[in-house]
């Protein structure tokens, strides 16, 4: 293995993520790579902007009057430009339900998925849904309302008995790729971190250790292996590494496999690629579910190229593997 020196960020690197065209990677560089507080005069002005410059305004620019994008009818269809799908983007980029457009955005889901008398309840779907759904408005700031809390119960409830967690409710053992409820509890203040809680993490972080984030079933599954964004509900072996990080688990020797292909992606200039853009065609189907073909794709940068947010995630990974206490 290289120094340890070797993986942190070249000035290049971190020059080309603080550019302010994109305020969401520069304000996010600013805490989580360079320590800057929350509260300095230049994290704040880059939050300030996030609304309002690069990605996050973009997409705000085509919602619609009512708070929905693309279908008032459906929150989750078409994938992946439908409300669900924006939402959960703007939410990784930092916004919260202090911007307006973000609360009445979010007011369609408590109508709709959080009512228990609303036809499109999710209280009882797929976990991966109200895995998403409970991370999304964590950071949004609803974190106190009981709906949200219900939602993370549900999560509770859920889990199987080998530690994972699986999209679909009717198999009996955990997945890789449900690694959502992980994701939503990684959001949570410690205040938050019932005992519960910590039980459920514990459990589910062993399911992805045992497994290396990577060791499913008899071959390897190779969308794993290339780096994605938007995530959408699909798993890459970033995905795991920056819950499990995220969670308290990076100094665990069971990382050492994906963290050896981590730094084998990193490019000369030290970014890494956007590898691919979802949906996979339904030949990449697992088990016998096979994903649907028509869809909308999505994407904030082109595929193939330097990415802004798959290089941020892997430098946030190697920083809490290397330079966190």
């Not at 799908?85 to 609360?103: C, N, Y």
Request: glycine share 6%; proline share 5%; with cysteine.
């Amino acid at each position: 293995m290289q120094d340890i020196l070797d993986w942190k960020p070249k000035d290049q690197v971190l020059n080309w993520l603080l550019e302010d065209n994109q305020p969401s990677v520069r304000y996010q560089t600013l805490t989580d790579l360079l320590g800057n507080s929350e509260d300095s005069p230049d994290s704040k002005n880059s939050y300030n902007q996030i609304a309002t410059k690069g990605w996050a305004a973009e997409i705000l620019e085509r919602q619609r009057p009512g708070g929905y994008w693309e279908s008032e009818k459906s929150l989750y269809r078409p994938k992946y430009t439908a409300t669900n799908w924006m939402a959960l983007v703007l939410s990784d980029l930092g916004l919260t339900k202090d911007h307006p457009k973000i609360r009445k955005m979010c007011d369609l889901f408590f109508d709709r998925w959080l009512q228990e008398k609303s036809s499109d309840n999710i209280f009882h779907d797929e976990v991966c849904i109200v895995g998403n759904t409970a991370r999304m408005l964590t950071r949004f700031g609803y974190v106190d309302d009981s709906r949200v809390a219900r939602l993370i119960d549900r999560l509770l409830e859920d889990q199987k008995s080998d530690g994972g967690w699986h999209c679909w409710n009717n198999e009996k053992k955990g997945a890789l790729d449900g690694w959502e409820a992980l994701a939503a509890f990684a959001v949570l203040s410690k205040s938050r971190m019932t005992r519960k809680v910590q039980n459920s993490i514990e459990r589910g972080a062993e399911f992805y250790l045992k497994r290396k984030l990577m060791n499913e079933g008899t071959s390897k599954y190779r969308p794993w292996f290339r780096f994605h964004y938007p995530i959408h509900y699909y798993y890459d072996i970033t995905v795991g590494l920056d819950v499990l990080t995220k969670l308290g688990y990076s100094k665990d020797k069971r990382l050492e496999p994906a963290l050896e292909i981590l730094r084998k992606k990193r490019q000369a200039d030290g970014t890494w690629l956007m590898e691919k853009i979802h949906p996979d065609p339904p030949s990449y189907a697992w088990g016998k579910h096979n994903l649907e073909s028509k869809v909308k794709p999505f994407a904030l940068e082109p595929e193939g190229r330097p990415s802004k947010w798959i290089t941020l995630t892997a430098l946030r990974i190697l920083n809490r593997v290397y330079f966190s206490n």
